[in-house]
């Protein structure tokens, strides 16, 4: 069974700091894409950050220059600094991977439970 567990929320106040971790465990033949999404209340869930295997990144314009993603292949883990930090920028926060099973499966997309971020003004 392959989990993602999220560390690293709180609350913060505005021009603040915080770091997310997220770290894929179980059988995992390999992982493709991970990202963290967000979500606010009362709106859709949005892409936040997204990091390829081979470390290409994309931005929500909303988060560049203030947010840093980044990932350590070899702990499955991917990480999202966020400095900076605005009130709007309240909402929980969750990991996304796509991760194959065994040699010759297809990707299935995984998601973890989410960590709440709230900034304070």
């Known amino acids: 069974q392959v989990q993602l567990v999220e560390s690293g929320g709180g609350l913060v106040q505005a021009g603040g700091s915080l770091t997310l971790s997220c770290a894929a465990s179980?059988?995992?033949?390999?992982?493709?894409?991970m990202g963290w999404y967000r979500q606010a209340p009362g709106k859709q869930r949005e892409l936040v950050a997204s990091?390829?295997?081979?470390?290409?990144?994309n931005y929500a314009d909303s988060v560049k220059g203030r947010f840093t993603i980044s990932r350590d292949n070899a702990k499955n883990t991917v990480y999202l600094q966020m400095q900076s930090l605005k009130p709007e920028d309240t909402a929980v926060y969750y990991c996304?991977?796509?991760?194959?099973?065994?040699?010759?499966?297809?990707?299935?997309?995984?998601w973890g439970q989410g960590t709440q971020v709230t900034v304070s003004s």
């Open positions: 996304n991977a796509q991760i194959r099973l065994r040699f010759g499966g297809s990707y299935s997309e995984y």
């Open positions: 179980g059988i995992i033949f390999s992982i493709n894409g």
């Open positions: 990091i390829t295997s081979g470390h290409m990144i």
